[in-house]
């Protein structure tokens, strides 16, 4: 799934994602939480998500009659709003349920577990396909360097790097060398 949107959008495997491209091609309106001050959000609440506790809160998706948008927090880093509204579309792109949604609560009391772990593994494939990782894994980039070439930090590179590290280290065990010569080829 996450491949189709990233064919619609145009992308060959090894570009970066554009979040918010994807959500516009969905007629997902993305709004920061400063833009929703004209609209009854509080500079209270604006100032306690932005400024005084700006870790706890990163972004939403928020149904409107039969419309979706997504609400972000804006004063995170560059990468992880990228990864936050990815995440989003993921729970979009799923179709997970809005029964029981909390606003102003976490992710947890509005998804569930599990549908927490497929929206995260789904930015994941968005942000960083199976078939780059494993291209970069085999030619040894590190963490450093694929979070600059697909726009996201360290830590998510590693979380798309880990499982494909594994296996380019394996397939260089067995074969006694590093870079093993029928490395995946992308367009
Ligand atoms: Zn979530």
Redo the contacts with the bound molecule.
Sequence with gaps: MAQEERTALDLKPNDPFDPYALADEHGIDVYTLSSLVEFGVSTEVLNHFTALDSSAWSAALVPLGTARVIVENESHAAVRRRSNIA?ELG?HLLEHSFDNVVFGED?KRQ?NEEQ?KQ?TFMAGELLIPLTAAERMAFDGWDNTRVAAAYGVSEQFAQMQMKGQRVRAQRAANKYGFQHATRRPRLE
């Design positions: 995440h729970h992710h998804f927490e929206a």
